[in-house]
């Protein structure tokens, strides 16, 4: 999905150079002037000679040149591609969590006296949708939380996506228990009740 991403960006911004190399090449400003006829030679028409283009670096330091914020663009300016790689960037990785962790917080989290119990709508487990387009290559919303390769809750251990549905072990943290789930788009599971639900 990236790619193709890419390959539709690529394209725009070819196309907008394509667009604008007339621009770049021609000056808007290049005059024609005509050559002063002498007295005594007649009126003969002479052909201006033309204009030498100008660079680009020329046109910015004669500052009448071209101005790119006067065009409108096909591809994302400077400062929306930065905020498109911030979001990339965001994302993060999550890997699932290990059998030493999940060890070492069940030991520590014995003391079910301490713990708070979560909220009735928190003990669902609920999958919106997915978008599958390889086993590599997919999106899911879990707990209206968007999860992909690259960002796994910490909760979800073996994960497997399909394209309709997904299969996974989850750690509760309020019973230090495993439970396996198998869900399909717009399903839920009751963590309490151990009962399947529609979305």
Known sequence: MINAFRIVVFRMFVCAALLTLPLLVFSPDAQVQAQPVQPGQG?????????????????????????????????????????????????????????????????KRDDRSEKIKPAPEEREIRLSGIVYHSAKDWTLWLNEQRVTPEAIPEEVMDLKVYKTYIEFRWFDDWTNQIFPIRLRPHQRFNIDTRIFLPG
Not at 48 to 71: I, K, W
């Open 43 to 107: 009126a003969q028409i002479q052909s201006p000679a033309p204009a030498a283009p100008l660079s680009v670096q020329e046109q910015q330091r004669q500052g009448d040149g071209f101005n790119p914020n006067d065009y409108d663009s096909l591809v994302f300016t400077h400062w929306e591609h930065i905020a498109i790689e911030d979001a990339r960037r965001s994302r993060g990785k999550t890997r699932s969590v290990s059998e030493a962790e999940l060890i070492r917080d069940i030991n």
